[in-house]
């Protein structure tokens, strides 16, 4: 089969490197030939454009709806954001008409991408696929009502116009059921790592960063993951890091990522007296990102009790086990199953930073279960495999299809 994906958001990005990067790898393993047309956080400073990546064919189309520089994510004016969009949606569209395939899969249903997916299915005959990962709607910051209403519009049409659509969580599920589309058209796609990207590096370079960082014989708290708090706690992260000092005063929080709250929550870190035991390391390169996870004890993926938290499901989850440390999280959404039985982590009930702190300690101080909890993430992941996941979708592009051949 050929598959083409269509992204709003480069490789960089959680979602590009977290999701349909490494399902696009593994689809290609399976020998499938697989592209991705995508845009870029800084268009104008892409070094290569065009390039093939572990088997899979990558175009660099336009400059994204945000601008990302350093640890900083910038919005565009609306005068700005409308020709930027208008020229990603044309872009997205000739690379959709132009790039040979069989399968068209959009990854999240957004008006660049999801118009660019509904015009090649009505004018080259695309079997449309639309992967559902979130809500945009409710996570992006938009200057004006009308941006996230027409957000919003393209987010419920474009799953309804596909002929399959893909989510990785219940809550999504169940929204695309209220929509009207029938169960036999949702394919329930969990997220998943890469064991590629997540191989153990070699012990040494773990304790190369952590004396570079200055954590050589403390317990670490590490989180990995967007400085946006619509989507993501940092904040109360924070809190209960605070608490945690009390008891364990030799403690580092080690805080990996960037995004539009990034000085705000280094703001908070310093209102809270945290500076000298908060890290920020800011952005790294994705390949590094498996070091940070293995320099902490134990690893943290809060979420707020919200729209956003209850669509999402942290990618967080599935590197930590990945990596063999142990993982708290909290209540929201799909994490309670996710988790499992018995639980491969610790969860806590969401906004309070208290019972947070308790879970952090409990693992701190108690080896034995920190080694019980690194055992069932281990097993655990070994379930989420995008080579596995890629196998169930194979199965589902080819049904569709066949089923597009019939009619």
């Known amino acids: 089969m050929r598959i083409l994906f269509l992204l709003t958001q480069d490789l960089e990005s959680p979602s590009g490197i977290g999701r349909y990067f490494p399902w696009a790898k593994a689809l290609t393993r399976l020998g499938h030939l697989v592209s991705i047309a995508a845009l870029h956080a800084d268009y104008a400073h892409v070094p290569q454009k065009n390039f093939i990546r572990d088997g899979v064919e990558i175009h660099y189309v336009a400059q994204m709806h945000v601008l990302k520089r350093g640890n900083q994510k910038i919005y565009y004016s609306t005068p700005k954001l409308i020709g930027h969009t208008v020229q990603a949606a044309w872009a997205l569209t000739r690379a959709a008409l132009s790039i040979q395939s069989d399968i068209l899969h959009v990854g999240k249903p957004q008006p660049m991408n ?5 015009i090649a299915k009505a004018l080259r005959g695309r079997v449309l696929f639309v992967d559902c990962d979130d809500l945009e709607a409710a996570t992006n910051r938009f200057a004006k009502g009308w941006q996230r209403q027409v957000v919003s519009f393209f987010e419920r049409r ?4 596909a002929d399959h659509v893909t989510t990785h969580n219940h809550v999504l ?44 014989g403390k317990p670490v708290v590490v989180y990995v993951g967007s400085m946006s708090l619509g989507s993501h706690a940092v904040d109360l992260l924070l809190e209960a890091f605070a608490i945690l000092r009390h008891f364990r005063p030799e403690a580092a929080l080690l805080l990996v990522g960037g995004g539009e709250d990034y000085e ?9 007296e945290l500076s000298g035991s908060v890290i920020f390391c800011g952005r790294v390169p994705s390949s590094d990102v498996p070091l940070y996870y293995r320099a902490g004890n134990v690893s943290i993926a809060p979420v707020p009790d919200n729209a956003s938290g209850r669509a999402s499901i942290s990618l967080k989850m599935f590197e930590t086990w990945a990596c063999g440390i142990p993982l708290v999280t909290v209540d929201v959404g799909d994490r309670r199953d996710m988790l499992g039985n018995p639980p491969a982590g610790l969860i806590v009930q969401p906004g309070d930073p208290t019972v947070l702190a308790q879970a952090i300690l409990q693992i701190l101080d108690q080896p034995e279960l920190a080694q019980m909890l690194t055992q069932r993430g281990l097993i655990r992941a070994a379930e989420f495999t995008w080579d596995r996941l890629a196998e169930q979708m194979e199965s589902v592009y080819s049904n569709a299809l066949a089923r597009k051949s019939a009619q």
């Not at 329930?188 to 070699?202: H, T």
């Not at 705000?264 to 809270?272: E, P």
């Open 173 to 216: 599920q169940e929204q695309l059921l209220g929509l009207g589309i029938p169960a036999e058209r949702i394919t329930y796609l969990p997220q998943g790592f890469d064991r590629d990207r997540f191989a153990g590096p070699q012990p040494e370079l773990v304790e190369a960063l952590r004396d570079k960082l200055g954590l050589r």
């Open 114 to 118: 999801g118009l660019a997916g509904m």
């Open 158 to 161: 474009v799953p309804l116009q």
């Open 264 to 272: 705000t929550i280094r703001q908070k870190a310093s209102d809270l």
